[in-house]
């Protein structure tokens, strides 16, 4: 319940507390208490999560039931839709289960004891009914009878359709990690992104983050420590092509979806180094930060502490880079969000973790922020990373950038640091595991 209620509250439009109920933890229909109409369709605008929103009329665990509790629903919020200068049609959805088309006609047929009044219009009626049945989970045991039904008035469709227009498959400038366009739009959503907002992404990458913030009209910015990825130049991510084109870049990304007017710019810059000036804020911070899986975590700086400081040359230079530990990454990401943000923005970043050893302390802690969501992605049996959500409640003090020390949870998400090692560590178990059953195997004869 309370999971649930953290993917409403995230969506910017949204401001009741509705109450959530369900006819078992698995079913994909959700039943919301508490929401108006201009709510539902406010939510539905921005959501990529949820596929349609109805009001609801009816439910029951047989028809039987949905007909006595159809009967039931007030006549006076029927009538409205139900009138003779109206046109209508009935839809059946099945959940698990195709029904052929005949028998999607019976069961509207079976529909007679409400009152329509209007006339059928299957092309463009001006009210949708539909009949919703939810037959499991489970694609292997499909019950003959749906274990719940619903019926109900259509009100609005959600974002899926983003899904699609804004693949990674189809976007002009990738890479390696770049976020999938689901994600990054529910990323948009936590941060409550709208439009005129200033948003920035400190490890940018491909900019697929910015691409979902301009989506909804945000001013996009951005840096990251790759120099070849900001300027679009050296390998290309995509199968049979070697190098990256003369115009792969975040710039191309945006104009390719129509929201080039949006973009700032990005940069060269060390997410460990302080670039910005006092009193730059941004309404939103979302980020993915490197792990050291895929991306190396670098920053620039040397592991010898010298100390007599090199003057800096005229020449070119490329600084020599350091590793940079994840605990140092969200120490600073904090830090920076604290400083950076307005009160009430909102910093939006993936913490990875190791299953077996999660527990809620591990997860980054500022004074100036306050958690507000923590939601799992499960990457393996034994990995997978959060989904962060914290927003600004103060301006920071002299104290807050070394609190983190003092305070008791700092320990344990200093664990971060080894996240790598135990990443591989949990695929070599499973290769040698692997291994040993199939040599089980070839000793007993392949039995």
């Keep these: 319940m309370k999971r649930l209620r953290k993917k409403l509250s995230s969506l910017s439009v949204c401001y009741s507390n509705p109450k959530i109920f369900y006819s078992s933890p698995q079913s994909p229909f959700w039943r919301l208490n508490g929401l108006s109409e201009e709510d539902v369709n406010s939510i539905m605008a921005r959501t990529v999560c949820a596929k349609s929103a109805f009001e609801l009329w009816g439910h029951g665990r047989t028809h039987s039931e949905l007909r006595n509790s159809l009967l039931k ?31 999607r006609i019976k069961k509207i047929d079976a529909m007679e004891y409400l009152s329509f009044e209007g006339r059928v219009n299957l092309r463009n009626p001006k009210h949708i009914f539909c009949l919703l049945e939810d037959y499991g989970t489970d694609p292997n045991d499909i019950p003959d009878e749906p274990l719940y039904i619903y019926f109900g008035r259509w009100i609005a469709d959600g974002q899926r359709e983003l899904i699609r227009s804004h693949s990674v498959k189809n976007r002009h400038f990738i890479g390696n990690t770049s976020m999938d366009a689901g994600l990054s739009f529910i990323m948009a ?35 990251d420590i790759d120099y070849n990825t900001i300027h679009g130049i050296g390998k290309a991510s995509r199968k049979n092509q070697k190098w990256r084109g003369p115009d792969e870049n975040i710039r191309a990304n945006l104009r390719q979806y129509g929201s080039e007017k949006l973009y700032v710019d990005v940069l060269v810059s060390d997410a460990s180094k302080p670039i910005w000036r006092d009193g730059v804020l941004f309404d939103a911070i979302i980020t993915d930060p490197p792990y050291g899986i895929r991306e190396s975590t670098r920053r620039t700086g040397s592991q010898k ?36 943000l307005v009160i009430g923005g909102r910093l939006v970043y993936w913490l990875p973790i190791y299953r077996p050893e999660y527990c809620e302390e591990m997860v980054p802690l500022n004074a100036c922020l306050r958690l507000v969501s923590n939601c799992e992605q499960t990457l393996s ?14 301006e920071p003090e002299e104290t807050d950038a ?37 040599n089980k195997m070839a000793t007993n004869g392949g039995e």
């Design 402 to 438: 070394l609190a983190h020390l003092s305070d008791p949870h700092f320990s344990p998400y200093q664990g971060h640091n080894a996240f790598r090692e135990k990443y591989f560590s949990g695929i070599s178990k499973r290769t040698l595991t692997g291994k040993e059953e199939t």
């Design 189 to 223: 959503n936590h941060a409550r992104v709208k439009a005129y907002d200033l948003v920035y992404d400190p490890f940018v990458g491909t900019g697929s983050l910015l691409v979902a913030c301009s989506h909804f009209g945000a001013y996009v910015c951005g840096t």
């Design 73 to 103: 629903y007030p006549t006076e919020n029927m009538s409205p839709f139900l009138q003779k200068d109206s046109t209508y049609k009935i839809n059946v959805y099945t959940f698990n289960k195709t029904l052929e088309f005949e028998d």
């Design 381 to 394: 049996s034994h990995t997978s990373r959060r989904l962060i959500t914290m927003e600004k409640i103060k």
């Design 305 to 340: 502490d010298s100390v007599n400081s090199v003057k800096p040359s005229e020449d070119y230079h490329v600084p020599v880079s350091m590793a940079y530990h994840l605990s140092d990454i969200f120490t600073d990401l904090l830090n920076f969000s604290a400083h950076h």
